[in-house]
């Protein structure tokens, strides 16, 4: 049996998890950061990793015990090694480093986005090839997974991500921070959804247009317009109820338009055909964008999944699990393999 320790410290999640190749996970720990970084209205580089410094040690220690396992029974050590707050990965990357070489283990860097886009391999039967859709505050972008090491990004954000478009609406509506899931709330309240729509008309940018990208900026840009400026003077909490439903209402219809382009590029660039696509990242939490999804989604004969909401954000079983896809295959890294503030996926020609 083959056991691996993974790492995650890419922004305010530190992360421990130990997974085994029979999709076992033995132990696992996350320590948030939102209560420490609500007040600044987001995340602040120099605090997360400060705060992975004091915490990352202990984690390890106590994974490790609740595991019940020695380092020495360890396959490998698995690490983000980037894309992330540089410091925060530096300090997961170092601290996996000092184990792999204090027990003669091999190390695995890891990119923080394969192992989102691979993690329903760990709870899903999937295989490959298969489509995703990575949504997070800083990702949003469809992939077509042909292999572990085998991944093209069909359409990226050319602007804002769809988490931080999140973040940003819910700090104009007054909302706290992280805002995704206050918006979710706040929509589920609408009475009378058509009306909402009618009443806060919303862009949607690059709808219909040729490709697989996402732009989101303009549609923040409505928003405050709508919120300063409301159609009956002063904002009620009504109000807000229609606004958060328009929005992620414009929001499922663009990604909606997106996924059909997406679709049909994946089939045309795959060997094999596509029968299944995964939702992955933070925003996948988010019940009505994925439902509208995964409706969308069987529309084209495709199974639509996405692992459990723990295992949506950050954490150390999807760094531990990738780790095991590659130790699987045989690739490991050098310890003097760098860490990567900016580390993309392939694009398609």
Known sequence: MKIVLGIETSCDETAVAVVTNEKKIL???????????????????????????????????????????????????????GPGLIGGVMVGMMAGKTIAATYDKPFIAINHLVAHVLTPRLTENIKFPYLALLVSGGHTQFLLIRDIDDMLELGTTIDDALGEAFDKTAKMMGLPYPGGPYIEQLAQKCRDPQKAIDTYPLPKPLYRRAGCDFSFSGLKTAIAKQVQSPPDGDIKPEDAHDIAHAFQ??????????????????????????????????????????????DMAHTHTLECLTPPLKLCTDNGAMIAWAGLEFLHKGITHPLSFPARPRWPLGRAQ
């Open 27 to 81: 132990s696992h720990q996350i320590f948030s950061q939102i209560n420490t970084h609500k007040k600044y209205g987001g995340v602040v580089p120099e605090i997360a990793a400060r705060n992975h410094l004091d915490r990352l040690d202990t984690m390890i220690v106590d994974v490790m015990k609740d595991a019940h396992l020695s380092y020495n029974a360890l396959s490998a050590i698995a690490t983000t090694t």
């Open 249 to 294: 209402h414009t929001i499922l219809e663009i990604i909606k338009d997106r996924l059909q382009n997406a679709i049909c590029l994946a089939q045309d660039l795959s060997q094999e055909k596509l029968t299944q696509m995964v939702i992955v990242g933070g925003v996948s939490a988010n019940r009505y964008l994925y439902n509208g999804i995964k």
